[in-house]
């Protein structure tokens, strides 16, 4: 099937290379014009792009298809029964565009994205300082029922945990191993998006970059440069089939 598409692709530039005869006709010719000029604006808008505008806008078609894929996933899974093997694909492309998403607004609206992360978390980080506080002030247990579940975890891992009586010691150590907790995620999540960033960045670059060679060899003829690469590929790739 995809040798006969790639067939035809080459069929039709073949036929646009001809020229002259294919044009007498005024409806091909309005066509095949129309065509020329909308690549043409195109390759201009690509041309003057920045990456940064280029990241943003990748960033929004992410964003869409994900959203797009999550309902498909629930509709599939709530009204259909298909193939265990479609849905696994399915759920490998989502997560590659969420991730996408996330990591182009992590990495390039780094500032921002930290600190709303901050605003969300901080009360969880700082909470129980603040209760060991409350507790020393006002004599409540409150910081010893937070520490309790440590306690009891620590017992099962059979690992000898130092007694601690003071309110504000263990609120600051229960502080502490929340934000030991959450350094610990900032740098896998700085691990896991810089790939998913960099392969971002290759997909903007790459289209303005070849955008600009076609301007620079022909700029009024961008089209037809652009099926001439067309054809080398889809050439290289009939060897191969």
């Given at each position: 099937?995809?040798?006969?598409v790639?067939?035809?692709?080459v069929?039709?530039?073949?036929?646009?290379?001809?020229?002259?005869k294919?044009?007498?006709?005024?409806?091909?010719?309005?066509?095949?014009?129309?065509?020329?000029?909308?690549?043409?604006?195109?390759?201009?808008?690509?041309?003057?792009?920045?990456?940064?505008?280029?990241l943003?806008?990748l960033?929004r078609?992410y964003?869409?298809?994900?959203?797009?894929?999550?309902?498909?996933l629930?509709?599939?899974?709530?009204?259909?029964?298909?193939?265990?093997?479609?849905?696994?694909?399915?759920?490998w492309?989502?997560?590659?565009?969420?991730?996408?998403?996330?990591?182009?607004?992590?990495?390039?609206?780094?500032?921002?994205?930290?600190?709303?992360?901050?605003?969300?978390?901080?009360l969880?980080?700082?909470?129980?300082?603040?209760?060991?506080i409350?507790?020393?002030?006002f004599?409540?247990?409150?910081?010893?029922?937070?520490?309790?579940?440590?306690q009891?975890?620590?017992?099962?891992?059979?690992?000898?945990?130092?007694?601690?009586?003071?309110?504000?010691?263990?609120g600051?150590?229960?502080?502490?191993?929340?934000?030991?907790?959450f350094?610990?995620?900032?740098?896998?999540?700085?691990a896991?998006?810089?790939?998913?960033?960099?392969?971002?960045?290759?997909?903007?670059?790459l289209?303005?970059?070849?955008?600009?060679?076609?301007?620079?060899?022909?700029?009024?003829?961008?089209?037809?440069?652009?099926?001439?690469?067309?054809m080398?590929?889809?050439?290289?790739?009939?060897?191969?089939?």
């Open positions: 099937m995809l040798k006969i790639l067939t035809l692709i069929v039709l530039i073949s036929v646009y290379w001809v020229g002259e294919v044009r007498r006709n005024p409806k091909i010719d309005a066509f095949l014009s129309a065509i020329e000029g909308h690549y043409s604006k195109l390759n201009n808008r690509l041309e003057d792009a920045t990456i940064i505008n280029g943003r806008f960033r078609l964003g869409w298809v994900s959203v797009f894929l999550f309902v498909c629930f509709v599939f899974q709530r009204f259909a029964q298909p193939n265990p093997m479609n849905i696994l694909s399915l759920f492309i989502f997560g590659f565009t969420f991730m996408g998403w996330f990591s182009i607004k992590w990495v390039a609206d780094h500032r921002n994205t930290v600190g709303e992360f901050s605003r969300n978390n901080a969880m980080i700082f909470g129980p300082l603040l209760m060991g409350f507790d020393l002030v004599h409540t247990p409150f910081t010893e029922i937070l520490f309790l579940p440590f009891q975890a620590a017992a099962t891992l059979h690992f000898n945990m130092p007694e601690i009586s003071n309110p504000l010691a263990i600051g150590a229960v502080s502490l191993v929340f934000l030991v907790f350094g610990f995620y900032y740098l896998l999540t700085w896991v998006t810089v790939p998913v960033f960099l392969v971002s960045v290759f997909a903007v670059v289209p303005i970059k070849f955008a600009r060679v076609l301007a620079q060899i022909d700029r009024g003829n961008t089209f037809f440069w652009f099926t001439v690469f067309v080398f590929v889809i050439s290289a790739c009939l060897t191969q089939l």
